[in-house]
């Protein structure tokens, strides 16, 4: 695959063959290095072949092989000649990344994690097939959550109305319809919901280790010794049914559109069809499931924090700073060659971006711009950045959404063999509680690239400008 | 219900950075699907003896064989997931052509509950469509075939 080097941190696939625009890779020559062998570049091109695609299809810095599209992944497409893509979302639809901020330091938390950490793992159902034994949906339930997302969850008591300010769309996808769900994902999901799932999944407790604006760490709430805590979770069983059932129907009707597909994986359909409608009409109820789930997990962290520390988590102060989404598609309007225009916006492991000044930030964020939230791995570090002007330039206001896999599981698990991760990380004075029996080996810290690689180039790309670092103190994984 | 086979195929996981790819190999059509099954046990369970405790039957169409396949696949991701239901193996399999569908799996799958103490391995999402296309062995003897499953 022939890359032309662009500036320090972006590349260009000059269009060829099937391509209908360039590929970008926001990347430099380190990163670049971790994709030799990855196929990731190759997806890129086959995304740049869908029809209608705006500009170009776009990699973030965190970038690894997905199927059909890249994980990392960002493609717009025109609502009159495009497509939406499943697979451009993923089936974790709306697997997102929520941060909390509370009035806790260190000193508070000094002694106390291992009693934390087994609290919120007894509080967060996690795992391989968690899900809650007494807490089943019922079909007029589900729609509900379908249907209004984070605001189901605080109208029965998860959380306050206020905390829907600080979530992307305020927690509700509009257009969502439960009537074009299956009834295998009502199926899989009616006892998901409140549960944290498995493989990187998490709820972290952490610090705010480093702060690079310390006025902006302070209106966001973050300033540097803050105890923070971060939840990592999507749609469950309900996201990846709805995208599998989304996939197979539009298999079948792939032959009425005439698409040529390089992989079956990107199948589509117009956006403007019955059926790319249906698909982000599908979408749209597993998104607001995630917000949902994310919203009731936070009410557990609240409670659990509360029960140990023997007050109310408002005394605790226990809000939330931003809840990001990034598997989701998007109809946002973006300006192209100076002319405003509404696009289909896909983001597959890519998360929303936007500067200060944007409509869609809340207002009390409005002159900061938009948090954006970037884990890392459960050893070293994540980040907590602001939207910036370039990215609605360069990247449809997208971002990195995390440091990106380096080795496979199976990679991990022969890496890891005679190693005692557990304790290795608590000599990094980091707890870990994980359900699953091989999860630890399998997320081990160098199964990730290091964020700070990924945060160098969405700082220098001008995606994002980076707050704080948090380190890690705590980990619960399913 | 149709005959079985007593082709079980063969499979083994091939490298994939964030999901499982497998590659199945078999000498007829029908010992795809029982390789698929053995693989996906695999990953649920790994190596732990099961013992059948139900049986299913299973009747799919699709215009290929890759669909099939990942209509299979995600059958059995639905039976554990939403049943707590494992696959062990497969009592009887066959596919045959359909004038209007294209081909048809009809299969007899025996199962075991999930153990509620172990659980299981893997929360598999999806069977994918990615790289996947069933092809004839070099020596055209058989049919091998990659696919990517999402976990």
Request: aromatic fraction near 6%; include cysteine.
């Given at each position: 695959?022939?890359?032309?080097?662009?500036?320090?941190?972006?590349?260009?696939i000059p269009k060829?063959?099937?391509?209908?625009?360039?590929?970008?890779?926001?990347s430099?020559?380190?990163?670049?290095?971790?994709?030799?062998?990855?196929?990731?570049l190759?997806?890129?091109?086959?995304?740049a072949?869908l029809?209608g695609i705006v500009?170009?299809?776009?990699?973030?810095?965190?970038i690894?092989?997905?199927?059909?599209?890249?994980?990392?992944?960002?493609a717009?497409f025109d609502?009159?000649?495009g497509?939406?893509?499943?697979?451009?979302?993923?089936?974790?639809?709306?697997?997102?990344?929520?941060?909390l901020?509370t009035?806790?330091t260190?000193?508070?938390?000094?002694?106390?994690?291992?009693?934390?950490?087994n609290?919120l793992?007894?509080?967060?159902?996690?795992?391989?097939?968690?899900?809650?034994r007494d807490?089943?949906l019922s079909?007029?339930?589900?729609?509900?959550?379908?249907?209004?997302?984070?605001a189901?969850a605080?109208s029965k008591?998860y959380?306050?109305?206020?905390?829907l300010d600080?979530?992307?769309?305020?927690?509700?996808?509009p257009?969502?319809?439960?009537?074009?769900?299956?009834?295998?994902?009502?199926?899989?999901?009616?006892?998901q919901?409140?549960?944290?799932?498995?493989?990187?999944h998490?709820?972290?407790?952490?610090?705010?280790e480093?702060?690079?604006?310390?006025?902006?760490?302070?209106?966001l709430?973050?300033?540097?010794?803050?105890?923070?805590v971060?939840?990592?979770?999507?749609?469950?069983?309900f996201?990846?049914?709805?995208c599998?059932?989304?996939?197979?129907?539009?298999?079948?009707?792939?032959?009425?559109?005439?698409i040529?597909?390089?992989?079956r994986q990107?199948?589509?359909?117009?956006?403007?069809?019955?059926e790319?409608?249906?698909y982000?009409?599908?979408?749209?109820?597993?998104?607001?499931?995630?917000?949902?789930?994310?919203?009731?997990?936070?009410h557990?962290v609240?409670?659990?924090?509360g029960?140990?520390?023997e007050?109310?988590?408002?005394?605790?102060?226990?809000?939330?700073v931003?809840d990001?989404a990034?598997?989701?598609a998007?109809?946002?309007t973006?300006?192209?060659?100076?002319r405003s225009?509404?696009?289909?916006?896909?983001?597959?492991?890519?998360t929303r971006?936007?500067?200060a000044?944007?409509p869609?930030?809340?207002?009390?964020?409005r002159?900061?711009?938009?948090?954006?939230?970037?884990?890392?791995d459960?050893?070293?570090?994540?980040?907590?950045?602001?939207?910036a002007?370039?990215?609605?330039?360069?990247?449809?206001?997208?971002?990195?959404?995390?440091?990106?896999?380096l080795?496979s599981r199976?990679a991990?698990l022969?890496?890891?063999?005679?190693r005692?991760?557990?304790?290795e990380l608590?000599h990094?004075?980091?707890s870990?509680?994980?359900?699953g029996?091989?999860?630890?080996?399998?997320?081990f810290?160098e199964a990730?690239?290091?964020?700070?690689?990924?945060?160098?180039?969405?700082?220098?790309?001008g995606?994002?400008?980076?707050?704080?670092?948090?380190?890690?103190?705590?980990v619960?994984?399913? | 219900?149709a005959?079985?086979t007593t082709?079980?195929?063969?499979?083994?996981?091939?490298?994939?950075?964030a999901?499982?790819?497998?590659?199945?190999?078999a000498?007829r059509?029908?010992g795809?699907?029982?390789?698929l099954?053995?693989?996906?046990?695999?990953?649920y369970?790994?190596?732990?003896?099961?013992r059948?405790a139900?049986?299913?039957?299973?009747?799919l169409?699709?215009p290929?064989?890759e669909?099939?396949?990942v209509?299979?696949g995600?059958?059995i991701?639905?039976?554990?997931?939403?049943?707590k239901?494992?696959?062990?193996?497969?009592?009887?399999v066959?596919?045959s052509?359909?004038?209007?569908?294209?081909?048809?799996?009809?299969?007899?799958?025996?199962?075991a509950?999930?153990?509620?103490?172990?659980?299981?391995?893997?929360?598999?999402?999806?069977?994918?469509?990615?790289?996947?296309?069933?092809?004839?062995t070099?020596?055209g003897?058989?049919l091998?075939?990659?696919?990517v499953?999402?976990?």
């Amino acid at each position: 695959m022939r890359l032309e080097r662009i500036d320090g941190s972006s590349y260009r696939i000059p269009k060829q063959g099937r391509m209908r625009v360039d590929g970008i890779i926001f990347s430099d020559v380190r990163l670049l290095e971790s994709l030799r062998d990855d196929p990731c570049l190759d997806q890129v091109a086959a995304v740049a072949s869908l029809p209608g695609i705006v500009r170009a299809s776009l990699a973030m810095p965190d970038i690894h092989w997905g199927y059909g599209f890249p994980i990392g992944g960002v493609a717009a497409f025109d609502p009159d000649e495009g497509v939406v893509s499943p697979g451009g979302v993923g089936y974790d639809i709306n697997c997102g990344v929520r941060l909390l901020t509370t009035k806790l330091t260190r000193a508070d938390v000094e002694g106390r994690i291992p009693h934390l950490v087994n609290m919120l793992f007894s509080a967060v159902p996690s795992g391989v097939g968690a899900e809650h034994r007494d807490f089943v949906l019922s079909r007029s339930e589900m729609l509900a959550v379908c249907e209004k997302g984070a605001a189901w969850a605080v109208s029965k008591g998860y959380g306050e109305a206020s905390d829907l300010d600080y979530i992307e769309d305020h927690g509700t996808i509009p257009g969502a319809d439960f009537d074009v769900v299956s009834d295998r994902a009502y199926e899989r999901g009616k006892n998901q919901l409140g549960t944290l799932g498995s493989g990187n999944h998490f709820v972290e407790i952490g610090y705010v280790e480093e702060v690079y604006d310390a006025d902006a760490a302070r209106q966001l709430g973050i300033p540097e010794g803050t105890i923070v805590v971060g939840i990592h979770t999507g749609s469950r069983g309900f996201g990846y049914q709805v995208c599998s059932d989304s996939l197979e129907g539009l298999v079948k009707v792939a032959r009425k559109y005439a698409i040529d597909l390089p992989d079956r994986q990107l199948v589509c359909a117009p956006v403007k069809s019955p059926e790319g409608w249906r698909y982000l009409a599908a979408m749209g109820a597993a998104a607001n499931f995630a917000f949902a789930n994310r919203q009731m997990i936070t009410h557990f962290v609240r409670e659990g924090f509360g029960a140990a520390f023997e007050k109310s988590w408002h005394e605790l102060g226990i809000r939330l700073v931003y809840d990001v989404a990034h598997n989701i598609a998007k109809m946002e309007t973006h300006e192209v060659d100076g002319r405003s225009r509404k696009l289909c916006v896909h983001r597959k492991g890519a998360t929303r971006s936007l500067p200060a000044g944007h409509p869609l930030v809340p207002p009390a964020y409005r002159a900061l711009g938009q948090p954006v939230l970037i884990p890392g791995d459960m050893g070293r570090y994540s980040y907590v950045a602001l939207g910036a002007k370039n990215a609605m330039q360069k990247s449809f206001g997208s971002c990195a959404h995390g440091a990106g896999r380096l080795l496979s599981r199976k990679a991990a698990l022969k890496a890891t063999q005679g190693r005692r991760i557990e304790e290795e990380l608590a000599h990094k004075g980091i707890s870990i509680r994980a359900a699953g029996r091989a999860t630890v080996r399998e997320e081990f810290p160098e199964a990730y690239k290091d964020v700070a690689d990924v945060i160098r180039v969405v700082q220098t790309a001008g995606l994002a400008t980076p707050v704080a670092r948090i380190a890690p103190m705590g980990v619960i994984k399913g | 219900m149709a005959a079985g086979t007593t082709d079980r195929g063969a499979f083994r996981t091939t490298p994939h950075t964030a999901d499982v790819a497998i590659r199945l190999s078999a000498a007829r059509p029908e010992g795809l699907f029982a390789a698929l099954l053995a693989a996906m046990r695999q990953l649920y369970v790994g190596r732990r003896r099961l013992r059948p405790a139900s049986s299913r039957t299973v009747r799919l169409e699709g215009p290929t064989m890759e669909d099939l396949l990942v209509s299979f696949g995600n059958e059995i991701i639905f039976l554990v997931d939403a049943h707590k239901l494992v696959p062990v193996c497969l009592d009887a399999v066959a596919v045959s052509t359909d004038r209007e569908a294209g081909l048809k799996l009809d299969a007899e799958l025996a199962l075991a509950p999930v153990d509620s103490r172990v659980g299981v391995d893997a929360e598999l999402k999806a069977v994918t469509y990615h790289r996947l296309e069933v092809r004839r062995t070099r020596n055209g003897a058989g049919l091998r075939t990659s696919l990517v499953i999402d976990i």
